[in-house]
T-cell receptor
């Protein structure tokens, strides 16, 4: 089945550094979304980028989308310890827009 | 928060017993989803609903059934629980399927002994 795959699986950085996570997917999409999950909690939506958009910003988050390469990246600038979480990309499927397919996630650890 | 609750939050049961998990929303969202989350697999869709009494299978639906008799509630049933169904289960809701964001409940940790 179509699935986003995040890279890297785990990432450790110091506070103040930038964190970049990548997501690749397999088939045509209408949009791609990024979610954050703190330990033991449900997922929280961060940002959605449509297939006709190339870049989107939200606060310290910057998402890019390259539909020709079927890939997206999430950049968190000036990271904080509170950004420690798992991050997931999710894609719909152009032929079935009822549901999302989630990747396996990137675990981000930000050290104070 | 989008007003999504799950019950129970934790459950330990034995192999072969039936289990029902409940998801309740107060947002009047059309779509509701059940996912399971396991290490190394991310979130996998079990079943989803696109309206009252309208449901469809996800990628890991074997051994699970669902029902949605009213907008607010989406039930997930394990007819005869197996140890492979030990997992964390998340419910999510959304307005427009994959076109918009999904809102997640807090999760139910199920252990099947």
């Amino acid at each position: 089945s179509q699935q986003g795959e995040e890279d890297p699986q785990a990432l450790s950085i110091q506070e103040g550094e930038n964190a970049t996570m990548n997501c690749s997917y397999k088939t045509s999409i209408n949009n791609l979304q990024w979610y954050r999950q703190n330990s033991g909690r449900g997922l929280v939506h961060l940002i959605l980028i449509r297939s006709n958009e190339r870049e989107k910003h939200s606060g310290r988050l910057r998402v890019t989308l390259d539909t020709s390469k079927k890939s997206s990246s999430l950049l968190i600038t000036a990271s904080r310890a509170a950004d420690t979480a798992s991050y997931f990309c999710a894609t719909d499927a152009a032929r079935n827009t009822d549901k999302l397919i989630f990747g396996t996630g990137t675990r981000l650890q930000v050290f104070p | 928060d989008a007003g999504i609750t799950q019950s129970p939050r934790h459950k330990v049961t034995e192999t072969g017993t039936p289990v029902t998990l409940r998801c309740h929303q107060t947002e009047n969202h059309r779509y509701m989803y059940w996912y399971r989350q396991d290490p190394g697999h991310g979130l996998r869709l079990i079943h989803y609903s696109y309206g009252v009494k309208d449901t469809d299978k996800g990628e890991v639906s074997d051994g699970y059934s669902v029902s949605r008799s009213k907008t607010e509630d989406f039930l997930l049933t394990l007819e005869s629980a197996t140890s492979s169904q030990t997992s964390v289960y998340f419910c999510a809701t959304g307005l427009a399927g994959g076109y918009n964001e999904q809102f997640f409940g807090p999760g139910t940790r199920l252990t099947v002994l």
